[in-house]
């Protein structure tokens, strides 16, 4: 498991910055789930390898639309707020949006 900074740092929050979408991101993590599955079945029925990788395409675009969403949160409420109240997190905040985009542009 991937240690995060808020398990370093005190967090400036008593709920994510994303808590205001958390249903949107439960629906569409559910969908993803969905497709993961059917991906599952299509491999199991042996079907045709392009058709495979199509639907893994869906997915991962999916799953990167939902770490851009969560990222945007990130840094318009958790960055951002730490930052208004020159809190001492501020820093640690930024460095781990930081680390955050640096994981996304990998993958």
Same mark, same amino acid.
């Given at each position: ?6 398990? @370093? ?12 979408? =958390?249903?949107?991101? !439960? *629906? %569409?993590? =559910? *969908?993803?789930?969905? @497709?993961? *599955?059917?991906?599952? %079945?299509?491999?199991? $029925?042996?079907?045709? +390898?392009? $058709? ?8 991962? =675009?999916? !799953? @990167? &639309? ?11 409420? +958790?960055?951002?707020?730490?930052? %208004? ?5 501020? $820093? &640690? =905040? !930024? *460095?781990?949006?930081? $680390?955050?985009?640096? %994981? !996304?542009?990998?993958?």
């Amino acid at each position: 498991m991937v240690s995060s900074m808020s398990d @370093q740092t005190s967090d400036t929050h008593v709920h994510p910055g994303y808590m205001h979408r =958390k249903d949107d991101y !439960l *629906r %569409r993590m =559910k *969908r993803i789930e969905g @497709q993961v *599955r059917g991906i599952e %079945r299509m491999i199991s $029925d042996e079907t045709y +390898c392009i $058709d495979i990788l199509t639907q893994v395409s869906a997915v991962t =675009k999916a !799953l @990167q &639309a939902v770490s851009l969403g969560l990222l945007d949160e990130h840094l318009s409420h +958790c960055v951002l707020d730490a930052a %208004r109240a020159d809190s001492p997190d501020a $820093d &640690a =905040k !930024l *460095r781990e949006a930081s $680390d955050a985009i640096a %994981r !996304l542009v990998r993958s």
